[in-house]
């Protein structure tokens, strides 16, 4: 988690970022399943699935959720020959360091020196205009 927020925060390497930060999330929402505690993973998917159902009066799956949520971080870990994807990697590598810090506060109650200024960081981008 503290690389991933450094990376992030310090060295503006979001792809490198958002790596670790998808290794940290995965694991550390499967140590909180195992607890028999809701991941951000699955948080973000429940509320996705409520989100398009509302606004679109569609259905969508758990799964279809749960892959659009991930696309970016499958893609960088997947190789899949002739598939290409155009992404904000700061705002990706954001969204999953996110994810990651809520599953470690869960988790630990704990929260790293980093994350309050990664928190600080989404509060001015949210914010500021565009």
């Known amino acids: 988690m503290d690389r991933a927020l450094a990376l992030f925060l310090d060295e503006r390497d979001f792809l490198s970022a958002l790596t670790l930060a998808g290794a940290a999330e ?4 499967d140590m909180l399943k195992d607890q028999g505690k809701e991941n ?3 948080s973000n998917a429940a509320a996705m699935i409520g989100l398009v ?3 679109d009066g569609a259905s969508l799956s758990r799964k279809d959720a749960i892959a659009t949520l991930n696309e970016v971080r499958d893609w960088l870990k997947h190789y899949k020959r002739g598939v290409t994807l155009t992404i904000d990697a700061e705002e990706a590598a954001s969204e999953l360091l996110d994810r990651a810090v809520v599953n470690w506060i869960t988790l630990t109650n704990r929260p790293l020196a980093l994350m309050d200024r990664f928190d ?3 509060r001015r981008r949210s914010r500021s205009p565009g």
């Open 53 to 55: 159902s509302v606004t």
């Open 26 to 29: 995965a694991l550390i929402g």
């Open 120 to 122: 600080d960081w989404l």
């Open 40 to 42: 951000s993973l699955e």
